[in-house]
């Protein structure tokens, strides 16, 4: 399938396992990105992948654990997942912005809804 | 700092106007936008606004933008209960080779009969 897709889109976890969320995108977007989305704030980012192999943290990346062996992938782990990890997680890419006035639309998937007990 | 703020809930009259505000903080802000997310879904961007712009129109979207004040505002006309759905506000700022984006909470419309 074409465009951006997360699984699974619901887990129940309990607190202390260890959780992967996998992200896939099709259109070879240089940059990937982990939101999570809680009420009341929005959403916020965790962490960022510029290209194959190069992640960097964002506002809220305690926790959490990312890698981007491919170009089309960026899993994002919960070690030791907590309940304040209960959330729903969002991936988005985008291209390259080319200039410092650069607008890049960010295509987000359909979420991935965690429930840690 | 960065902040982003609106409220969060707006109730309307299908066939009536929605006007969805937005206050945001940092100047130095290129581009403002406005995502929709439709219930279990993804968000999608609706409209932006490049930030030495005041208004831009889109068929049934109007996005003002008054940047003395930092306050965005999305009016839909003629609205309709496929509309009923979350819309964020973002501002966007490029960071390296990436916007990097500061979301509102989200304003959670209600399109009743």
């Known amino acids: 399938d074409a465009g951006i897709t997360q699984s699974p889109r619901y887990k129940i976890t309990e607190t202390g396992r260890q959780v992967t969320l996998m992200c896939h995108q099709t259109?070879?977007?240089?940059?990937m990105f982990w939101y999570r989305q809680d009420l009341g704030h929005g959403l916020r980012l965790i962490y960022y992948?510029?290209?194959?192999?190069?992640?960097d943290k964002g506002e809220v990346p305690d926790g959490y654990v990312v890698s981007r062996s491919k170009t089309e992938n960026f899993p994002l782990t919960l070690e030791s997942a907590t309940r304040s990890q209960t959330s729903v997680y969002f991936c988005?890419?985008?291209?390259?912005?080319?200039?410092?006035?650069?607008?890049?639309?960010?295509?987000f998937g359909p979420g991935t809804r965690l429930t840690v007990l | 700092g960065e902040d982003v703020e609106q409220s969060l809930f707006l109730s309307v009259r299908e066939g009536d106007s929605s006007v969805i505000n937005c206050t945001y903080t940092?100047?130095?802000?290129?581009?403002l936008y406005w995502y929709k997310q439709e219930p279990g879904a993804g968000l999608q961007l609706l409209t932006y606004?490049?930030?030495?712009?005041d208004m831009k129109q889109d068929q049934r979207l109007t996005v003002l933008l008054n940047k003395k004040d930092k306050h965005l505002s999305l009016r839909i006309a003629d609205t309709q209960t496929g509309d009923s759905a979350i819309y964020f506000c973002?501002?966007?700022?490029?960071?390296?080779?990436?916007?990097?984006?500061?979301f509102g909470a989200g304003t959670r419309l209600a399109v009743h009969p």
């Open positions: 988005a890419s985008s291209e390259l912005s080319t200039g410092t006035r650069g607008y890049n639309e960010q295509f």
């Open positions: 973002a501002e966007g700022m490029f960071s390296g080779g990436y916007n990097k984006l500061i």
């Open positions: 940092d100047s130095s802000s290129t581009y």
């Open positions: 992948s510029a290209a194959a192999d190069i992640t």
């Open positions: 606004i490049f930030s030495n712009m």
């Open positions: 259109w070879s977007h240089s940059y």
